[in-house]
């Protein structure tokens, strides 16, 4: 079992950045990947980035690479994102998730992910 929180979220305008962070309470020895994923209201979850937590690599979602960042924290156990330069359509409920079934053309599938924290609420207005 894995346990992960979100912390980071916050509201910003336009333009300006945040960094989230995932605490993780196991950390690459269950964890084949771990991934960003966010959710608006009255809709899909959706992917926005992976890393693999043993070598490192990373995968965005189209809308997503140049302005957002996934590293890690392999010691301390945590993940982060980076975003920069956001947009009110990035305003979402934004949620961690981790994986020993990593997938490089799939990663975005939520089913992929039987570890789920309880997000963090990003607001960014005009």
């Known amino acids: 079992q894995v346990q992960l929180v979100e912390s980071g979220g916050s509201s910003v305008q336009t333009g300006g950045s945040l960094r989230l962070s995932c605490s993780a309470s196991?950390?690459?020895?269950?964890?084949?990947?771990m991934a960003w994923f966010r959710q608006k209201a009255g809709k899909e979850r959706e992917g926005v980035a992976v890393?693999?937590?043993?070598?490192?690599?990373?995968f965005y979602a189209d809308s997503f690479e140049g302005r957002f960042t996934i590293s890690q924290d392999k010691v301390n156990k945590k993940l982060f994102q980076q975003m920069n330069s956001l947009k009110p359509e990035d305003s979402a409920m934004y949620y961690c998730?981790?994986?020993?079934?990593?997938?490089?053309?799939?990663?975005?599938?939520?089913?992929?992910?039987?570890?789920w924290g309880q997000g963090t609420q990003v607001n960014v207005s005009s």
């Open positions: 890393i693999y937590t043993r070598g490192g690599n990373t």
């Open positions: 998730a981790a994986t020993t079934s990593c997938s490089s053309d799939g990663w975005q599938v939520t089913e992929l992910y039987p570890y």
């Open positions: 196991r950390y690459a020895s269950s964890t084949g990947c």
